[in-house]
């Protein structure tokens, strides 16, 4: 008998499991680790939601179940946030469902429609559950450019001719994560005609909407694009938009065929977010977006100093226009490394932490993802830090000094 079960031989070693027992060990050791690696938000949540969740839950009528779709008065606040934001009309009751968290909605999303066999069109490299949730239902996943230039139609194309069976769906992801690559109406609207030319689902995973540093150029919604409702299904989420990470709320938007068939699947999993953690959600999204201003100028803040205090310790980062992410290239003298070894040797020598652009997917290896989660000192002392390891290079996996 096998000692691992079908669907777990599926999935290939989590790469962020080689990183996480280094940086344990070397804060056990004592160690300052400045850690960028996961992209978890160290803001707090804003004050007027805590207390919303603080008043509502000394209601023991909201301890009860809630529902998994979401309460009605969540799905209102997300349906009038996609008439404020984008300009469209949504039916709360029959295009938006509230889930725990955008993770968990697109794997529900991928259960709904997977059938064993089926090919879906997958960025590389992208946010793992993007791939995994299709692996786990049993697709095939066949990788697409992460970027949205003009070779992605060559690309799609290409795909869904030679895909046998033809793909069922395509994956979007812009902003995106982890390379902050973004997209624009035209870009969306190109695809959206092939898609429905081609009988193909968009699944757009729309979580960093709101973190932007071009006030002039918002990210846009592939929902905005004339008749892309009738394919597409688009996820959101408040973790990184309110600082509510932990709290789990995050919703899917869109055609009505898709929805139901996630609200169908969640019906037999879950009850839904604690109803208070939904209620102080609605305060959220119905309250003022100066909240999410303040927010966005932390991350434009933090992504400046990085840019900057990196780039004079050497290390050239590509500024990124959105996301709380930069994707930087390995430093040339450590190229050949790859990204998570030298991932495990920037905490050995540097006591700095980073995402390795492998575990995103095998297009990400010479690539590090770095995390806007410390603050701006922080981020200055990780460049002192990183500048001394630059100075260096590796042999036999020792770090000795450069000579000349």
């Known amino acids: 008998m096998s000692d691992d079960f079908h669907r777990i031989r599926r999935l290939p070693p989590y790469v962020f499991a080689h990183i996480d027992p280094l940086k344990a060990r070397a804060r ?3 160690v300052d680790i400045i850690d960028l690696g996961m992209g978890n938000p160290d803001m707090p949540t804003p004050q007027h939601i805590v207390e ?11 301890h009860r179940y ?3 779709r979401g309460i009605p008065g969540l799905r209102k606040a997300q349906a009038s946030y996609y008439g404020r934001r984008f300009g469209l009309k ?3 009751d029959t295009q938006v469902v509230a889930t725990l968290g955008s993770k968990e909605g697109f794997a529900n999303m991928a259960s709904a429609i997977t059938a064993p066999g089926d090919v879906v069109l997958v960025p590389n490299p992208t946010y793992p559950i993007h791939s995994f949730g299709f692996i786990m239902s049993g697709g095939v996943v066949r990788s697409m450019p992460a970027d949205p230039n003009e070779d992605f139609m060559r690309s799609l194309d290409r795909a869904v001719r030679h895909s046998i069976p033809k793909p069922i769906a395509l994956v979007l992801n812009y902003p995106a994560n982890p390379t902050a690559y973004t997209a624009d109406l035209d870009f969306y609207t190109e695809v959206v005609k092939y898609c429905k030319a081609n009988d193909i689902f968009i699944l757009s995973d729309l979580a960093y909407s709101e973190i932007y540093f071009d006030e002039n ?3 846009p919604s592939v929902l905005q694009v004339p008749g892309a409702i009738d394919i597409t299904v688009e996820f959101t989420s408040m973790s990184k938009t309110y600082s509510m990470p932990g709290w789990r709320v995050g919703f899917a938007v869109g055609n009505e065929r898709l929805i139901a068939a996630l ?3 969640k019906s037999y999993l879950d009850y839904g977010a604690f109803t208070p953690i939904q209620v102080a959600a609605t305060a959220a999204l119905n309250g003022s977006d100066d909240v999410i201003e303040e927010v966005r100028k932390v991350y434009k803040s933090r992504r400046d100093v990085l840019v900057e205090s990196f780039g004079r310790s050497g290390w050239e980062i590509p500024v990124p226009k959105a996301t709380m992410f930069a994707w930087a290239p390995i430093p040339a003298q450590f190229a050949h490394l ?3 070894e030298f991932a495990k040797l920037l905490i050995k020598e540097t006591g700095v932490g980073v995402a390795p652009g492998v575990g995103f997917g095998e297009y990400g290896d010479q690539y590090i993802r770095l995390a806007f989660v410390e603050n701006e000192q922080r981020i200055r002392q990780a460049a002192r830090n990183i500048k001394k390891l630059l100075g260096s290079k590796t042999t036999g996996g020792n770090v000795v000094p450069l000579v000349g």
Request: charged share 30%; no cysteine.
């Open 28 to 30: 056990a050791e004592g």
């Open 338 to 340: 790859g990204s998570l």
């Open 217 to 219: 150029e918002p990210p």
């Open 66 to 68: 809630s529902t998994s």
């Open 263 to 265: 609200a169908r699947v």
């Open 52 to 62: 919303k969740l603080q008043e509502t839950v000394k209601d023991p009528r909201t």
């Open 90 to 92: 949504l039916n709360p």
